[in-house]
């Protein structure tokens, strides 16, 4: 990637450095756990641990984990199998709850030089003081109390003296600032609530602001990159680290991944898990790290993706067929050609007596290494799909039809004779006769066809669950609609086809395998499978079909 030009993080990274203000680069990605990682986080992965790949240094691992009603250990695990998963290692993993006693310590520093107070107003209170966007704000009454009485109700903030919300610790700024959050913003708030990881020993917390920054600075975090809604605290993250004297980290802001038919805030990813609408932060329709992995999703693709969708300094909405095609091309490449029939109908050939015989189909043409081959076991009883039949054949029908004639994939050519249906008029059985000249690979039949299908031989096949599945939403921007996102969930997106037949080859499947089920798709096994049902999650389709 040498002549692509550089983003524009990159090219202050490169300044930074060349320019001697920095050393050494250090980044990091500060996910709170209060969730799954989703597609968004990779890109800010991708990013993050991309620059310290491309230009030395390293990235940081750390929990900004500063809300204890909404934090998991759960949540902690999840996001490192997640980001090890997408193929990033970082330096050292740390918890923004390692700095409370530092944070502390930063928070009566400010008390101390006459830049914090202790505040006791009521929440609406503070509010009616804010002022408006055009309105500068008043002076809280307490805004002049002595150093030593904001350090007296601030200890005993601490100690747990008072009940949650009696008293906060506000930055004393400027209450006429045009940037609202510099009206002396809320840094420590009281909250009897037990941490995941200090349990109970603090009954107050930092808010985010006052916890980001200097978890930053405490680390030596060179540039710290987050996304466009924080533009607005620049001014604040800078107004702490100056007043406390601490490392100059500077924070830089890029615009968050926006994707079509989906919703990505962690927020609202949970209320579909806690209301049942999906199976968990995993299930294949979620647009999280996991849920893309059990979907069939690699690695390398999302990476390819965030690498494709670069980055930005303005809002954007990005198709979700672009995470789609990623996949596809790295699929093609690797994938295994195999036949399974996701809606069977049998064919039986009338004239076929050798009983069965083994056939030898290509795995993947478009693999680097050939590919290679395997057996396919071929028989007078197979099952093709049922939409590949027509009673009564459309103009420009290349496949079965009666007296119709068509190439069974890796094997022969048969002709449709007959078919069988039961009292309701169903098609249950196609009878064809095979030309035993017309063998793939060998075939002097003289017989030119134009459709070809693929088939599993019946006394042969292994049964499988398949699960298909659509766009999430039936919207293309959810957050964006009227009245609840979950309004506009599709009632289509999975569909369970729970009578497959697979070729037997594939009873050897593993959750690591990716297959190109033909005509039909990728696909990859599901962690639901057992020893007598495999079950397939149908990645993506072949061809975009969204489009259309
Ligand atoms: P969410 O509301 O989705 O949970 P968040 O920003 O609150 O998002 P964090 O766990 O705080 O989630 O995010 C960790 C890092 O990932 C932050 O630096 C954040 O900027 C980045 N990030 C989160 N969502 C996106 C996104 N959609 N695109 C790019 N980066 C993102
Ligand atoms: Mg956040
Ligand atoms: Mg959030």
Known sequence: SEEKSLNFIEEIVENDLNSGKYETLVTRFPPEPNGYLHIGHAKAICLNFGLTQKYGGYTNLRFDDTNPVTEKTEYVNSQQEDIRWLGFNWKNELYASDYFDELYGFAVKLIEKGLAYVDESAADEIAALKGTPTEPGQDSPYRNRSIEENLDIFTKMKNGEFPDGAYILRAKIDMASPNMLMRDPIIYRIK???????????????????????????????????????????????????????????????????????????????????????????????????????????????????????????????????????????????????MAVLDPIKLVITNYEKGTEDLIGENNPEAEDGGGTRVIPFSNELWIEREDFMEVPAKKWFRLAPGAMVRLKFAYIVKCEDFVKDENGNVTEIHCTYIPESKSGSDTSGINVKGTIHWVSAPHAKTAEIRLYDRLFVSETPDAEEGDFKDYLNPESLTVLPNAYIEPALADADLDGRYQFIRKGYFCLDKDSTADKLVFNRTVTLKDTFKK
Not at 231 to 240: A, K
Not at 300 to 316: D, T, V, W
Request: net charge neutral; charged share 30%; glycine share 4%.
């Open 192 to 338: 009897h609530a037990e941490h995941h990881r200090t349990g109970n020993k603090w009954c107050i917390y930092p808010m985010y602001d006052f916890a980001h920054g200097q978890s930053d600075s405490i680390e030596h975090i060179t540039h710290s990159i987050c996304t466009l809604e924080y533009v607005s605290h620049r001014e604040l993250y800078d107004w702490f680290i100056e007043k406390l004297e601490i490392f100059p980290s500077k924070q830089y802001e890029f615009a968050r991944l926006n994707l079509t038919s989906t919703v990505m805030s962690k927020r609202k990813l949970l209320q579909l898990v806690n209301e049942n609408l999906v199976n968990g932060w995993d299930d294949p329709r979620m647009p999280t790290i996991s849920g893309l992995r059990r979907r069939g999703f690699t690695p390398k693709s999302i990476r390819e993706f965030c690498e494709r969708i670069g980055i930005a300094k303005r809002e954007n909405l990005i198709e979700l067929s672009l995470l789609e095609f990623c996949i596809r091309e790295d699929l093609n490449k690797t994938a295994n050609r195999v």
